[in-house]
């Protein structure tokens, strides 16, 4: 009952609800900061706007399998946008090296020497988009946002709530495309917008400011171990065997891109 439009909404809504509860439970104050405002705003077009209305536009139009494997690219656009615009961040050999093995590992778990089907070129373009606004805005929010110190709970309540706000008139104006009360689509809107627009940013704030970009995108690559991993068990889906042997080499390419960081932080606790 929604177009893409509405479905970006309703999760900024439905994220933003979330997160500005869990703000006042706590009690955190939220900062004036114009800076910081104005480069969360621009997060939030990066974030939750341009990227969220591409997708939802795009899988429309592509099969379950190309979208998975262009979305799953978000470490490799990360990485170049560092290369080229952020050199703030350094970047090791192993990292290059754990990124692209992942890489060939999510392509294993797809299969995709089965063929893609019959793909929409623009949609294709929608997604490969989407994924690059994605990779800029981790190394962007670790230069211009992480220095102005806040905590992980207001840049996601700021950050949502700037992507609703933003889609606010698109949606007035033609979110919903009929007027049908559908419980089961409700409510996967509503889940769908409390996590992933919702604890995941915390989550993704809080992470990133402890191990940097390029670690961080590499979460990226489980994505699809997880949807496989939930149709086999909870769906009874058929399994293949490229899904574990890809699943492995997934785990192989994080183990080898965290690896040394993991252990320089234990370390450092120590």
């Not at 992942?102 to 063929?115: D, E, L, Q, S």
């Not at 409390?194 to 993704?204: E, F, K």
């Not at 489980?222 to 009874?236: D, E, F, K, Q, S």
């Amino acid at each position: 009952f929604l177009n893409p439009v509405g479905v970006s909404f309703l999760r900024c809504l439905c994220g933003a609800t979330t997160i500005w509860i869990i703000v006042l439970i706590k009690k955190i104050k939220i900062p004036r900061d114009r800076k910081l405002w104005m480069h969360v705003f621009a997060l939030a077009l990066m974030t939750n706007v341009i990227p969220g209305t591409l997708i939802a536009l795009a899988q429309t139009n592509v099969t379950s399998v190309l979208a998975g494997i262009i979305n799953s690219t978000t470490p490799l656009t990360t990485l170049l946008a560092i290369m080229l615009f952020f050199r703030h961040e350094k970047i090791k050999s192993h990292q290059v090296l754990g990124l692209f093995i992942g890489f060939m590992g999510v392509a294993t778990v797809f299969g995709i020497w089965r063929g893609l089907g019959d793909n929409a070129p623009w949609a294709i373009g929608a997604l490969v988009i989407a994924v690059t606004f994605y990779g800029i805005t981790y190394p962007y929010t670790t230069k211009f946002v992480f220095p102005r110190k806040a905590r992980p709970e207001v840049l996601a309540a700021l950050q949502v709530t700037f992507g609703g706000i933003i889609l606010l008139p698109f949606f007035i104006m033609g979110g919903i495309k009929k007027f049908e009360f559908m419980p089961i689509s409700i409510i996967s809107v509503i889940a769908l917008g409390a996590i992933t627009s919702g604890l995941a940013p915390i989550w993704h704030f809080r992470l990133l400011s402890i191990i940097g970009s390029s670690i961080t995108s590499s979460v990226a690559y489980m994505t699809p171990i997880v949807a496989v991993t939930v149709g086999v068990v909870l769906l009874g889906e058929p399994i293949t065997w490229n899904e574990p042997v890809g699943g492995a080499i997934v785990l192989a390419g994080t183990a080898i891109s965290q690896g040394r960081h993991l252990r320089d932080s234990l370390e450092i606790v120590d």
